[in-house]
């Protein structure tokens, strides 16, 4: 079929492009619209074509008016297109806008619930509390320790058998000192007597707690990452008099005045003299069960007078003061209280025990 130009009938055509591409319902009409109107075989286009049969003054003017047909139609379209296309982008808006009233039915199934401390960091608080109200203050010290603190200024060198018991697990710093995993909470006693030797604020009286390390397979009643807490006084004319005073009173303050705490001659490098303490089974109260061995007494530390070799590590004249210590597990202390059956289920992290704490 060969078109002939037409000046009416493009006018005609252009009218009722216009009229299509306003009723065009969406995007896609329009896009249909745009390829038949203005494609290759749309009629402007064979319009193009047609026009070298025309001599060369028909030619300009009818191009001319093709080119003004076709910048119409161009416009028209993308005109109807942008309106078209801000209209689904507000649908689609609309679509997405949160419901803010179905939300609150959401939170009101499933309510957010807060979480808690830890029944360790429970139990650290309450013992810090009962010994702040009986006066000492609470210090910190590092975990990871150099063998002096940990060991030799305690009065434990290298090849003393009480070493032996400590299970230690040594950092590998590639140095001649030798780097430890702290075992217990004890070179903290050093660290802040030499601090009060050296900005003269004896006495002391503190507690310090924190986290022990040793190298111990892990059971019911062991664990490779524990915690203690440890107290140190340092005073004029303390004697064990005091030491066992304080133990007692911690014991009825903190677990209950039926429980009572007893005193067993033991040894530790760094006391003279030394003792375990023990408290009535919190289990059976004292009847005797498989906890306590059928004995009526769990051991729950170790205690002592400072001995003199640890004065003179860090330059306490021992003429003038005297001091005692104490250590215990605080891990313990909650399995005691708690009546917990496996330690484990301190460091399990499961939830479904530890909200019951
Ligand atoms: N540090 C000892 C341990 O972990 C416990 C201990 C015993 C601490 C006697 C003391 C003490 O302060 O006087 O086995």
Not at 101 to 123: C, I
Not at 219 to 242: P, R
Not at 279 to 303: F, K, P, S
Not at 325 to 334: E, L, P, V
């Amino acid at each position: 079929m060969t078109t002939t130009f037409d000046s009416t009938a493009l006018s005609a055509h252009v009218a009722d492009a216009l009229g299509r591409i306003a009723a065009a319902a969406d995007e896609a009409d329009v896009r249909a619209l745009a390829s038949e109107l203005t494609g290759k075989r749309s009629l402007l286009t064979a319009l193009h074509r047609s026009l070298g049969s025309l001599d060369a003054d028909q030619r300009r003017e009818a191009g001319r008016l093709l080119n003004e047909a076709a910048a119409t139609i161009t416009a028209a379209i993308e005109e109807r297109s942008g309106v078209l296309g801000a209209s689904a982008m507000t649908a689609r808006l609309e679509a997405d806008r949160l419901r803010l009233d179905e939300v609150e039915d959401l939170v009101a199934l499933a309510p957010v619930v807060r979480g808690h401390r830890h029944l360790v960091t429970q139990t650290r608080d309450e013992l810090e509390d009962v010994f702040i109200a009986m006066g000492f203050r609470v210090e910190e010290g590092p975990e990871v320790e150099t063998d002096w603190y940990n060991f030799e200024a305690l009065n434990i060198p290298p090849a003393h058998p009480a070493r032996g018991m400590h299970d230690t697990i040594y950092v590998d710093v590639g140095d001649a000192e030798s780097v430890v995993l702290r075992t217990h909470t004890s070179p903290v006693q050093i660290r802040l007597m030499e601090a009060a030797v050296r900005d003269g604020s004896l006495p002391l009286h503190v507690v310090i707690p924190g986290r022990v390390y040793r190298q111990d397979t892990p059971d019911a009643s062991h664990l490779v990452e524990f915690h203690q807490i440890e107290g140190l006084v340092v005073d004029e004319d303390i004697t064990f008099a005091d030491l066992a005073g304080t133990i007692e009173s911690f014991t009825a303050a903190y677990f209950g005045s039926d429980i009572k705490a007893r005193l067993r001659p033991s040894y530790f490098p760094f006391t003279e003299p030394s003792a375990e303490f023990d408290i009535t089974c919190t289990l059976c109260r004292g009847a005797g069960c498989r906890t306590c061995a059928q004995t009526g007494w769990v051991e729950l530390g170790g205690c002592g007078v400072v001995d003199p070799a640890v004065f003179a590590a860090v330059g306490i004249d021992p003429t003038r003061w005297s001091g005692f210590a104490f250590g215990f597990g605080i891990d313990r202390c909650a399995f005691m209280r708690h009546q917990i059956a496996d330690l484990r289920a301190l460091i399990d992290n499961d939830v479904r025990f530890l909200r019951q704490f």
